[in-house]
């Protein structure tokens, strides 16, 4: 195998004023003793405003445990989380779910849409917990509709859509609150080629209208067309700066 020459220093360095996103020290540790597990060592890692990334590295390597705690769905066992300049590592569980509505859009590879509401009504869901009035809710959701595409599947619901439709509701109810960081865990992992194409091509537009976006993947084409690639192993960062042309270099 070919090596990669890229010097990453895991080092943390001083924190550009355009840090979205910084993990210092980052530790994951589950269980005790002889059935200890470092899920993640020591991870440092910066993100910044704008920036359109991907994480990958094989499994068990720590980018899911990564990902689920810069979306403030699981706490570190050490070190210091910074969103937007908030150091978030160690909030209640009510406030890491008023920073997750607030300041984090999701996309799953599972869409994870209420079958029982149509695309409008579970785009509208996320603006009811952040407590806008129903007039601006419906608004939103309509404009979060249009700028995916959907605009003439409004009320259709998740059994009357595609699979790429499904997730492009998805992508709508991620972005209509307004998130600074849009985080998006193999959200075209259920998706046909075509599909995956169309999905991507929207992650790129959002980006390029400023949101930063983050993405778990496994498939390097789908990381190809992100700016930044982040490897995991063995939970820790071995490269965090990769280029697209970088990956035909590794064994992926």
């Not at 890692?45 to 990902?67: D, Q, R, V």
């Not at 997750?100 to 599972?110: A, P, S, Y």
């Not at 009357?160 to 439709?165: I, M, N, R």
Request: glycine share 6%; net charge neutral; charged share 20%.
């Amino acid at each position: 195998m070919t090596t990669v020459s890229i010097t990453d220093s895991l080092v943390p360095s001083p924190v550009p004023k355009s840090a979205i996103i910084r993990l210092e020290n980052i530790f994951k540790v589950y269980g005790s003793g002889e059935t200890e597990v470092k899920a993640l060592n020591n991870v440092n890692l910066i993100i910044n405003e704008g920036e359109y990334s991907s994480i990958m590295g094989p499994s068990g390597s720590g980018k899911s445990t990564a990902m689920n705690i810069i979306g403030c769905l699981d706490r570190p066992t050490n070190g210091h989380y910074y969103l937007d300049n908030v150091d978030v590592a160690q909030m209640d569980d009510k406030a890491l779910a008023h920073i997750r509505n607030k300041k984090l859009g999701f996309v799953f590879q599972q869409f994870h849409l209420l079958p029982q509401l149509t695309a409008l009504e579970n785009v509208m869901l996320p603006m009811a917990y952040a407590n806008v009035n129903p007039t601006e809710r419906r608004d939103r959701a309509v404009a979060a509709l249009t700028r995916v595409g959907l605009e003439k599947r409004l009320n259709n619901k998740p059994n009357q859509l595609s699979g790429g439709q499904q997730q492009r509701v998805a992508i709508a109810r991620a972005i209509v609150n307004r998130p600074v960081v849009l985080l998006a865990d193999e959200p075209t992992g259920a998706l046909d080629s075509r599909t995956t194409q169309e999905v991507l091509d929207i992650f790129t537009e959002l980006n390029a209208s400023g949101i930063t976006v983050v993405m778990v993947t496994h498939e390097p084409d789908v990381a190809r067309q992100t700016q930044r690639i982040v490897w995991f192993r063995d939970g820790e960062v071995i490269h965090s700066h990769l280029t697209p042309s970088d990956l035909t270099h590794l064994a992926v």
